[in-house]
């Protein structure tokens, strides 16, 4: 009877442990939706993953979004399987003529026409200040038509089980630019929380090519300059390998997290605004910067920076 009645309190404990488990992500992705709500998000799309308990928050994590600049990791991913298949080399060098430069983000198009860069630094500007030019220049590489390069970028994506994922057109490059259906909705290209999320797990996991490739394309991540999202709020000494994207009414961050006892990585996607702004205090920046400390404190459960 005692023995019976020990494995009972065992069960229940058990149990009682589970139920409080669950409120406290319900808690976390009430939190959640609130700060998207106070903002003014229309739509907004999460996927989360702590990489040492496996446990994840998803929020329309299977639902399409606008990529904006985010795209730009993929490109990035593409570019390395280019690399390791001799297809191109790090150190060529890549002619910047007046024609080629585009408007937006990025550094390139003020730069004098004739500018030489390699390849690997022209890559590295694409990241680190969403480079529009430089992304177009490395596109470029992929292939002589516009179709064959996007392609390039989608069979990679697709071979890695990003069905979701998708680039439609260069950046800011409005002659290029279709008049479809997903074109007109999503602009550059679309792409879910959860393709995101997985090209990311595949990164920290070492599985883009190897792990020493992997590595190479996280430490470019991690000199993103971009504080105005994800970075915002979190303690200045953690290590964030990240890509932002904004337009008009669509903010995005994904990244992959290291702190002192945990690692993990996250998608955030803040759609149909009710604002159109790009300052640094806009609503949609604040949104998932609130949303980021938030994941960041519940999967560090406030123990560690």
Not at 62 to 79: G, H, N, Q, R, Y
Not at 192 to 206: F, I, Q, V
Request: net charge positive; aromatic share 8%.
């Amino acid at each position: 009877m005692k023995r019976v009645l020990l494995l009972f309190t065992a069960i229940l404990f058990i149990s009682c442990s589970s139920s409080k488990l669950t409120i406290k992500q319900d808690e976390v992705v009430s939190k959640i939706q609130k700060v998207a709500k106070k903002y003014g998000v229309g739509r907004l799309g999460l996927s989360a993953k702590n990489f040492v308990t496996g446990e994840t928050i998803q929020i329309n994590a299977d639902s399409l979004f606008p990529t904006a600049s985010v795209i730009k990791v993929p490109i990035l991913v593409e570019l390395f399987y280019k690399f390791e298949e001799g297809k191109l080399k790090k150190d060529t060098l890549v002619s910047l003529d007046d024609s080629l430069k585009y408007g937006g983000a990025g550094v390139l198009q003020y730069f004098y026409n004739g500018a030489k860069l390699k390849l690997i630094d022209v890559a590295v500007l694409m990241i680190i200040l969403s480079d529009n030019t430089a992304t177009n220049l490395v596109l470029d590489c992929f292939a002589n038509e516009h179709d064959a390069k996007l392609e390039a970028v989608n069979s990679r994506m697709k071979s890695l089980g990003l069905e979701n994922t998708k680039i439609l057109n260069k950046l800011m490059s409005f002659k290029t630019k279709k008049n479809t259906p997903e074109a007109l909705k999503f602009g550059v290209g679309y792409t879910t929380p959860n393709d995101m999320l997985k090209l990311l797990e595949m990164l920290a996991n070492g599985k883009i090519i190897n792990p020493s490739v992997s590595a190479e394309i996280i430490n470019i991540m991690k000199n993103n300059q971009d504080y105005e999202m994800m970075k915002r709020y979190l303690p200045e000494k953690v290590a964030v390998a990240n890509k932002t994207g904004s337009i008009d009414r669509m903010k995005a961050d994904i990244g992959i997290v290291y702190s002192q006892c945990t690692t993990y990585a996250v998608a955030i996607f803040c759609d149909q605004l009710s604002e159109v702004s790009y300052a640094v205090d806009n609503k949609g920046h604040l949104a998932i910067a609130e949303i980021s400390k938030i994941i960041f404190d519940y999967f560090t459960k406030g123990k560690c920076d």
